[in-house]
């Protein structure tokens, strides 16, 4: 189960609120019950020096996750990803928040002695908070996604017109490739580029066309040829079957080794363009 593939998910804006609400838990639940002998501190402001627990766990999340997993892009790759990877990244997650806790522990003690046996209570403390419920949401959250995905998908690919053609033009608005529909098979963005896979007698070609994918997606009219990822446009009627896995469905298109992913937010258009009779 560890090697499998795991759901992997972009860092976006909506992180931020989730990153502050965790904060803030991490205040409540601290201020509230006073574990782990928090209740014998005998210490002014002590409501204020306990919530700060909470804005440490906020600043360590947005280094996490807006310094560290925004920059090692060639580690946090969703074709790679997998479930060991996301409870090591959860395990780092929390090694990060007991070392600021630590920090934060020696600024409110006023001391600079480093002691192992403090560090490791504090890393008791943060671990037996959090490793639980998150390493159990993973490997549930890994089970429940792979039942859905893996179930058997019926398909009825549409067939196209022989003159259904789709024109995309470059941002110079020079350039430009025209395909007829039943050839293409899928459209791949890459930096400032997109790769336009063609078939044509059996035989596979990559264009390369100057252009972002959001904007070649509005110049395609084949209702068929849709958006089924961030990083892909593809051909329904070119997709052979369907498979599955915890990170989601796979499109397996005719005559092509690579499968195509299919992000959770369009897996409902993508079902009932191949499923319609």
Known sequence: MLNQP????????????????????????LVFFQPFGIYQWNTECKVLKIAGYGLVTILVLL???????????????????????EIGWVVFILLSVTIGNYLY??????????????????????????????????LANYIVRLRHYSKPVEIH?????????????AENEKDRLIVKSSQLLYIESADNYCTVCIQTEGRITKELIRSSLTRLESQVSVSDIIRCHRSYIVNLEQ????????????????????????????????LEVLQKA
């Open 63 to 85: 280094i996490d996750f807006y310094g560290i997993r925004l920059q090692w892009i060639s580690f946090f790759n969703e074709k790679s990803w997998k479930v060991w990877k």
């Open 105 to 138: 522990n020696m600024w409110i003690l006023d001391t600079a002695t480093f002691r192992f046996h403090n560090f490791l209570v504090t890393a008791i403390t943060t671990f037996s908070i959090g490793i639980f419920p998150t390493t159990g949401f993973v």
């Open 239 to 270: 997709v052979t079957r369907i498979s599955g896995n915890a990170q989601g469905y796979k499109l397996h298109l005719l005559g092509l080794e690579e499968t195509i992913p299919v992000a959770r937010k369009y897996a409902k258009q993508v």
């Open 157 to 169: 690919s549409p067939v196209y017109p022989e003159f259904s053609v789709v024109e995309l033009i």
């Open 6 to 29: 795991y759901p992997f998910r972009e860092v976006t804006k909506r992180d931020s609120i989730g990153i502050v609400l965790a904060g803030l838990f991490v205040a409540g639940f």
